[in-house]
């Protein structure tokens, strides 16, 4: 998981980056998995087949966060991730702008601003944690 040898600050972050959004990622997995009724409300209408894509999107955020904790796919799952945050973004912004009911969420500007504040942050976090970008520690060591 951490690379032997490099104990620098850059090197930690992006370690304890990449644990933190391993388990956010596999957590959410798991809710697209074991409950999708939940989800299905905040699909957009032109999304085909949409439990089949909230199934799929579980599994794929499952093996990301997995693949993120490896040295050999880490790269791979970096990306993936990333696009995911941008892929979801249509979701969040339906979820806010017709104030959908999800249990256990709130239906409050609250939460739903930061959330989509936040989303271009996802996409930064898979790739820096991933080394695949070193902005804002330039000549940062590579995960």
């Known amino acids: 998981m951490r690379p032997a040898g490099r104990g620098s600050a850059v090197a930690d972050g ?12 596999a957590g959410i997995g798991a809710v697209h998995l074991a409950r999708p009724d939940l989800l299905m409300p905040i699909m957009p209408a032109w999304v085909p087949e949409p439990c089949l894509v909230i ?3 579980g599994l794929c955020e499952i093996a990301g966060a997995a693949a993120l904790l490896g040295r050999r796919l880490r790269r791979a799952a970096a990306i993936g991730l990333a696009l ?8 969040n912004l339906k979820h806010a702008l ?30 820096w944690a991933g080394g695949l970008v070193d902005w804002p520690v330039k000549g940062s060591p590579r995960a």
């Open 14 to 25: 992006r370690f304890w980056l990449r644990a933190a959004l391993a388990c956010l990622y």
């Open 55 to 57: 199934l799929a999107t």
């Open 84 to 91: 995911y945050a941008v892929c979801v973004y249509p979701a």
């Open 98 to 127: 017709d104030h959908i009911t999800v249990p256990g969420i709130p239906d409050s500007w609250w939460y739903h601003g930061p959330r989509l504040a936040f989303q271009p942050v996802l996409v930064w976090a898979a790739l």
